[in-house]
């Protein structure tokens, strides 16, 4: 069994900054990609950020040069540095990991129980 657990969301004004952190542990073998996922009040739930085993990392439209995923491997985590933040940002952010349990396991997807951030005008 994989646990994930997020930390650093809380309240911010606009154009300040937070940064997140989600730590993985339990029956870890390999991490493959990692992901930062958001659900605001009433809309559905958005990809903001993912990153590769190798590295290569992507975002949303509308957090790019805003926001930076980052991923510590010997660690088992991985980070969201989110910058001049806007009230559009405020959402419950979702840690997404795929995890192979063991060598001969295939990749399955965990999600932590979330981190509330909110951006206020």
């Known amino acids: 069994q994989v646990q994930l657990v997020e930390s650093g969301g809380g309240l911010v004004q606009v154009g300040g900054a937070l940064r997140l952190s989600c730590a993985a542990s339990?029956?870890?073998?390999?991490?493959?990609?990692m992901n930062w996922y958001r659900q605001a009040p009433g809309k559905q739930r958005e990809l903001v950020a993912g990153?590769?085993?190798?590295?290569?990392?992507n975002y949303v439209d509308s957090v790019k040069g805003r926001f930076t995923i980052s991923r510590d491997n010997a660690k088992n985590m991985v980070y969201l540095q989110m910058t001049s933040l806007k009230p559009e940002d405020t959402a419950v952010y979702y840690c997404?990991?795929?995890?192979?349990?063991?060598?001969?396991?295939?990749?399955?997807?965990?999600w932590g129980q979330g981190t509330q951030v909110t951006v206020s005008s």
């Open positions: 990153i590769t085993s190798g590295g290569s990392t």
């Open positions: 339990g029956s870890i073998f390999r991490i493959n990609a």
């Open positions: 997404n990991l795929y995890v192979r349990t063991t060598a001969w396991a295939t990749s399955r997807d965990y």
